[in-house]
């Protein structure tokens, strides 16, 4: 994992967050989700710059997970670094958000 991952997994691990549990590295089909709430059918997405270079990718990816059932939440590693408490937020309003239909 990158220390940004490792900051977010820090803070997403153990049930920390409204109790719910995370995994890392999870199988999704052909992809491997970052993060993922199996309860909540949510994905947490962490992009470094890399992924300014396939955007295409990341779009049809998320369509994907979408199709299966999935909320995908998408953060820039910078975002995680600087915006923690923000980063957290989101994940919690996605948590407590009915699941999209």
């Known amino acids: 994992m990158t220390s940004t991952e490792q900051m977010l997994w820090r803070a997403l691990r153990g049930r920390q967050i409204l109790n719910s549990q995370f995994r890392r590295q999870h199988p999704v089909g052909p992809y491997i989700?970052?993060?993922a709430c199996i309860d909540r059918k949510l994905i947490v997405e962490l992009?470094?710059?890399q992924h300014q270079d396939q955007i295409v990718y990341d779009e049809e990816r998320t369509i994907f997970l979408q199709i299966q059932g999935w909320q995908v939440?998408?953060?820039w590693n910078n975002d995680v670094?600087?915006?923690l408490d923000g980063v957290?937020?989101?994940v919690v309003d996605a948590l407590t958000s009915p699941p999209p239909s």
């Open 73 to 75: 939440l998408r953060f």
């Open 88 to 90: 957290l937020a989101s």
């Open 33 to 35: 989700a970052d993060f």
């Open 47 to 49: 992009d470094g710059g």
């Open 81 to 83: 670094s600087n915006n």
